[in-house]
């Protein structure tokens, strides 16, 4: 349902199984999928595809249908764009479920084309330009266009959405960046005809912990703890937005903290688990940031709250502080 292993694995107890994985692949055929199934779909969205596969076995798909508001504002956005003659630029992860169900219904309005990041945007920019072939287009951005995609003819005019759980600067300043390149091209007093000024569009869960991350890091403290799905986007943004200023650990619920002297957690640079031992400096008083993604119930963080204040004799308990306040 969200990308959080405790969500899914409490789903999966209460006898919910999952046909695919968040990267699509498939653990139950469509063929075992009956019409009086109840399917769910997640708030990620699902493609245009799977809900005609879906309801062509009469599946009631809007009934269970638990698709983000924020993701749907992306695609009525995007709708807007391809309708107005503009080719949808999506920043996103291209195997990220979101961004294939964006695509999808982007590709239904106009040419739609995902760029992965600011390195990727600055390629673009170079079939904008002219700079580089067709062919060469079609090779860099294998598997991340619509079909028929013209680059000569469809990057001429151009608008920005994003997969919802992206970090809204770099979604900025892939924006700014394309915007300078339309201006290189057409003069500034033609660049509203090729490129629309669209606003981020991440939603405010991922907005409002983001913006709480960057307060974070105007304070000292001697480590940070990041509580979310391994999977999930957005807390892995966190993650490398603390990393910037603390010793991180990422960890998925208070399990992971085994006891004073040993953490598991998680690497997004080698996408693995790892353990470190006595990852509590010896400083008193300890200062910790702790914060999570915005798919991490509120419970696991309380979890994982008190699990670390047990390690530390004499401290007060969250209803203690909360009365002094």
């Known amino acids: 349902m969200i990308h959080n292993q405790e969500v899914n694995q409490d789903l999966s107890e209460r006898g919910i199984h999952f046909i695919m994985d968040t990267d699509g692949t498939q653990f139950i055929p469509w063929s075992d999928i ?24 009469g599946i ?11 993701v749907e ?29 964006t695509f999808s219904h982007s590709s239904q309005s106009g040419p739609s084309v995902i760029v992965r990041d600011i390195d990727e945007a600055h390629q673009l920019a170079n079939f904008i330009t002219g700079d580089k072939t067709k062919a060469e287009f079609f090779e860099e951005f294998r598997g991340k266009f619509s079909d028929g995609f013209q680059p000569a003819i469809h990057l001429n005019r151009i ?13 900025q300043a892939i924006a ?3 915007k300078q390149v339309m201006i290189r091209k057409y003069g500034s007093e033609n660049v509203k005809d090729h490129f629309a000024d669209t606003r981020d569009t991440l939603c405010y869960a991922t907005n409002d912990n983001q913006d709480a991350t960057y307060e974070l890091l105007k304070t000292s403290a001697h480590l940070a703890i990041v509580v979310g799905g391994y999977n999930s986007s957005n807390t892995s943004h966190i993650v490398e937005l603390c990393e910037k200023k603390f010793p991180t650990f990422f960890v998925n619920a208070d399990q992971s903290i085994r006891s004073a002297n040993e953490i598991q957690h998680f690497d997004i640079h ?7 031992y006595q990852f509590l400096p ?16 509120d419970t696991l963080v309380d979890r994982v709250l008190i699990k670390l204040l047990g390690y530390f004799q004499g401290a007060k308990s969250p209803e203690e502080v909360i009365a002094l306040l």
Not at 40 to 55: D, Q, Y
Not at 159 to 171: F, I, K, R, S, Y
């Open 270 to 276: 080698l996408k693995e688990l790892i353990t470190t």
């Open 73 to 101: 504002k992306v695609w009525n956005r995007a709708d807007r764009l391809g309708k107005d003659g503009y080719t949808v630029v999506i920043h996103g992860k291209p195997r990220h479920e979101e961004t294939r169900a």
């Open 159 to 171: 608008g920005v959405v994003n997969q919802t759980t992206m970090l809204a600067t770099e979604t």
């Open 60 to 70: 009631q798909v809007q009934k269970y249908n638990t698709t983000c508001p924020f």
């Open 282 to 297: 010896s400083d008193r008083p300890l200062k910790i940031v702790l914060t999570s993604g915005a798919s991490c119930p």
């Open 176 to 178: 700014d960046f394309l």
């Open 34 to 57: 009956r019409g009086d199934d109840i399917v769910i779909i997640p708030a990620f969205g699902t493609t245009l595809e799977i809900e005609k596969l879906l309801e062509s076995k």
